[in-house]
């Protein structure tokens, strides 16, 4: 951002002389020197000490800790939130500036991660490896699932085509699907894993509801055959028994003659 100077006379400015603006970090408007010191006064370069790793950055020299912590966000990937900055053993606060507080160039600082950052990491952390480890074993029952699936799948197709199974086989199979919900309900899970166990219980159950429709049916295979229709046929009863699904009774045979006698005279 550029401006001139309208104040005549002022020491050290020519009339009418162009000045450059800068916005320092803080968000103050400063004026921009040619020298590249700028109004935050040289760069120096500062030593920071992160647990066993070492720093050096290059910052003015009248910035404040505030603006150090983020050039050393860059570089340990920790947020100004999480930093703490110590010089000459004494905590320092974010509007601290740094050549008031004595930082000199090569100057030695002290970072250190913030405790209750640190603790909800290692919480998140731990969080974390409890859903992987989880997930792993929610995983480990899909596979034998998969196995009964595949078993259930074929004692299916043999009901279907009227084969007769031995009860032990629904028993035994429906046993083993019940083993895995059990394994299932055994697993702490949270987030991601509890979702992908409820998926594997309710896939287990369905299974088991197959297995009892498959042995209902095995046990009686006409149970679900289409009811046959009765047709029943109504006969007209005649006198003479024609049509009758009973026969009539038999009639006495009588036999009558009638004998026409002409009289003579």
């Not at 987030?191 to 498959?214: F, M, S, Y």
């Not at 229709?229 to 009639?251: C, H, I, M, N, Y």
Request: net charge neutral; charged share 30%; with cysteine.
């Amino acid at each position: 951002m550029r401006g001139s100077n309208s104040r005549p006379g002022a020491p050290g400015v020519a009339t009418g002389e162009v000045i450059e603006w800068e916005l320092r970090p803080s968000g103050m408007l400063v004026q921009r020197r040619e020298d590249g010191a700028g109004a935050a006064g040289p760069l120096i370069r500062v030593k920071v000490s992160h647990g066993t790793y070492q720093h050096e950055v290059t910052v003015p020299a009248q910035s404040t800790f505030g603006e150090l912590k983020k050039v050393l966000a860059q570089e340990t990937g920790l947020e100004p939130q999480e930093q703490r900055l110590l010089f000459r053993g004494k905590e320092k606060d974010n509007d601290d500036c740094l050549h008031m507080a004595g930082v000199k160039d090569s100057s030695k600082v002290i970072l250190m991660e913030d405790p209750a950052s640190k603790e909800r990491k290692l919480e998140e952390m731990k969080r974390n490896q409890g859903v992987s480890k989880a997930c792993e074993a929610v995983l480990r029952v899909r596979v034998e699932v998969d196995k009964l699936a595949g078993k259930v799948s074929t004692l299916e197709s043999t009901v279907h085509r009227g084969i007769k199974v031995a009860d032990k086989e629904f028993v035994v199979l429906t046993e083993l699907l019940m083993r895995q919900i059990l394994q299932l309900d055994s697993i702490e899970a949270v987030g991601e894993a509890k979702v992908q166990r409820r998926i594997e219980v309710r896939r287990v159950q369905n299974l088991v509801d197959t297995v009892d429709n498959l042995k209902a049916r095995n046990a009686n295979p006409f149970s679900n055959s289409k009811k046959s229709v009765s047709v029943t046929t109504q006969w007209e009863t005649f006198e003479t028994g024609v049509g009758s699904l009973a026969a009539p009774p038999p009639r006495a045979a009588s036999t009558q003659t009638t004998h026409d006698w002409e009289n003579f005279d």
